[in-house]
């Protein structure tokens, strides 16, 4: 029988209703104390460890995440599920996905309707992981997401609804597999992946989304020693408007790294456009463009790679790197 670790972190799906409709959260989990329909098919071993709505993660914590996951690995179980709130679910997933060695099946997950509401699919979306999370097909394939029967990769997956339970999809790509009869199957493969272990993490890096008329002063605003890196939301193919560029030249010139990514939901950021702030100049100004990520992702691979000291070539390297 195959050992599965649930690590709880709290989110609405440890959350319930109160009298008046608010979605408050629980001293005591409620999903940690169900007994999945899956008893007597699978060794469930819980660890109660953090109780935050998602938007409260940091990544320290999730750093202490990896840590509790590397010594689940060390033991020995054959596969960890996460709960964890929905909101930063997608940076939680792809933190994990940049820093675990690939060994054994790690899902996470997370619910739309907390505990005691009508319709709550948490503890649906818990079993589907912890299926998942068992099956034989799922080793390799990163870190992954599971809600609302499909399963898509910690990489590309985004949240892209406020409430609605079909909330997370994989924009470009599509999911990975889907859930079907409370067994994963697969119809893509996920390409390369490239660990990236750290031993502590950096602060200090940041996210900018451009908009029409931008000008310099939030560049100007970040351009002192705190600041390790920047990621910017360009427009379109990955283009900024002019008035930006004096201080996104500072920043350059004081040596903090700029990674360039669309604020599109679909595609990728390229060097296509050669007009004042089109991609092509601001390829050759030095910025680092990376294909496929959303502006959350592309932080948190920047923040992974300052964290393991990588500058210069090997750090252009491994954030425009697309795959992995
Ligand atoms: N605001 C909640 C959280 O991220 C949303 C959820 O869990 O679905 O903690």
Do not use: W
């Amino acid at each position: 029988m195959k050992t599965i670790l649930a690590i709880h972190t709290g989110g609405t799906i440890s959350m319930s209703q109160n009298e008046k409709g608010e979605v408050v959260p629980n001293n005591e989990n409620p999903i940690a104390k169900e007994q999945v329909i899956l008893k007597g098919q699978i060794n469930l071993i819980t660890d109660n460890l953090f109780n935050l709505p998602s938007p409260h993660i940091t990544p320290q914590i999730m750093f202490k995440l990896k840590q509790r996951i590397m010594k689940a690995i060390a033991d020995g179980v054959d596969g960890v599920v996460i709960t964890h709130g929905t909101d930063t679910l997608e940076e939680t997933a792809y933190f994990l996905d940049l820093t675990l060695p690939n060994t054994i099946p790690v899902v996470l997950t997370g619910a739309m309707r907390s505990s005691n509401e009508v319709g709550s699919d948490g503890l649906y979306n818990f079993q589907n992981a912890i299926s998942i999370a068992a099956t034989p097909e799922s080793y390799g394939k990163g870190v992954l997401v599971a809600m609302n029967d499909e399963i898509h990769t910690a990489r590309f997956v985004t949240k892209t609804h406020t409430t609605n339970v079909d909330t997370f999809r994989t924009p470009t790509f599509g999911p990975i597999g889907i859930v079907t009869q409370h067994k994963a199957k697969y119809f893509q493969e996920l390409i390369r992946t490239e660990v990236c272990d750290i031993d502590h993490v950096v602060e200090g890096v940041y996210l900018l989304k451009a908009y029409a008329g931008m000008n310099g002063d939030l560049f100007s605003a970040l351009d002192n020693e705190k600041t390790r890196g920047l990621v910017i939301e360009g427009l379109g193919a990955g283009n900024v408007p002019p008035q930006t560029l004096p201080a996104i030249q500072q920043l350059l010139e004081h040596h903090i790294p700029i990674v360039l990514v669309s604020r599109c939901y679909n595609g990728v950021a390229q060097q296509i456009y050669d007009y004042v702030g089109g991609g092509i100049q601001l390829e050759k100004m030095g910025l680092i463009l990376c294909q496929g990520l959303n502006g959350q992702k592309a932080r948190i691979k920047l923040l992974v790679a300052l964290s393991n000291n990588k500058v210069g070539t090997e750090l252009r390297r491994f954030v425009s790197n697309a795959v992995s």
